[in-house]
């Protein structure tokens, strides 16, 4: 495993824009491990103005191997060696995105605090989180569970700073959520916080940048 460091890395940390679109509608649920419900929206092709307005952080393709997971629901990893003072940073920080409240989690297993959007705020897609206003949580071991536009999920996948959540491809099931690993070093910070900015602009409509959250 490579050696933790808390020094910043300005390659990782730039950021370029590109465009993000999702094509799919479905209810989400998430590492609890209670099947989608029949009663759940049916997925449905979907494009929205508001969708491919959103703009993402390029992912760097993350170094090393893919960490280790369940790979079944629940849906954790399994090879985290948490540094406290990185976890404790990440924390919060994701907690600064604004009307986020620290909440119990509502979609995953004890223990796990949910990122919740305040009943003040408008959403501009109420049906990525139907039946919460959880729209990612981080678990004990620093860890998260992130909804995001499906193409934005594949990249996260694909550059390795998560994998998407086994049950992506069931009905009635969003399938743009992740996991997104445990971040190592406050550069791996930055790169989470991205996704969470990504997740919460998604969500709500706002085009946040991790810049304006201290």
């Known amino acids: 495993m490579k050696r933790r460091t808390e020094q910043r890395n ?17 209810l989400a649920a998430c590492s609890r491990g209670d099947e989608p419900t029949d009663d759940a929206s049916t997925a449905q092709s ?27 629901v629940p849906h954790v990893q399994l090879d985290v060696e948490p540094n406290p003072a990185v976890d404790a940073e990440l924390r919060r920080r994701a907690f600064q995105l ?3 409240l620290d909440l119990p989690t509502d979609r995953s297993l004890p223990g796990a605090r949910g990122l919740a959007l305040s ?7 109420p049906d990525v989180i139907e039946g919460s206003r959880e729209f990612a949580h981080i678990h004990p071991d620093g860890s998260l569970h992130v909804w995001l536009p499906v193409d934005r999920a594949l990249e996260v996948h694909e550059t390795k700073w998560g994998e998407t959540h086994p049950w992506a491809d069931r009905e009635g099931f969003w399938p743009g959520v992740v996991m997104v690993y445990a971040p190592e070093t406050l550069d791996e910070v930055d790169i989470t916080l991205h996704i969470l900015a990504d997740a919460y602009n998604f969500v709500t409509g706002d ?3 991790i810049a304006e959250i201290p």
């Open 10 to 26: 300005p390659a990782l940390t730039g950021a370029v824009l590109l465009g993000a679109a999702v094509t799919t509608v479905a």
């Open 98 to 100: 604004p009307g986020v």
């Open 207 to 209: 085009s946040i940048t």
């Open 46 to 72: 979907s494009t929205s103005a508001s969708d491919s307005q959103l703009t993402a952080f390029v992912l760097p393709e993350r170094e090393g191997p893919r960490r280790e997971s369940t790979g079944d």
């Open 119 to 125: 009943d003040e705020l408008d959403l501009a897609r």
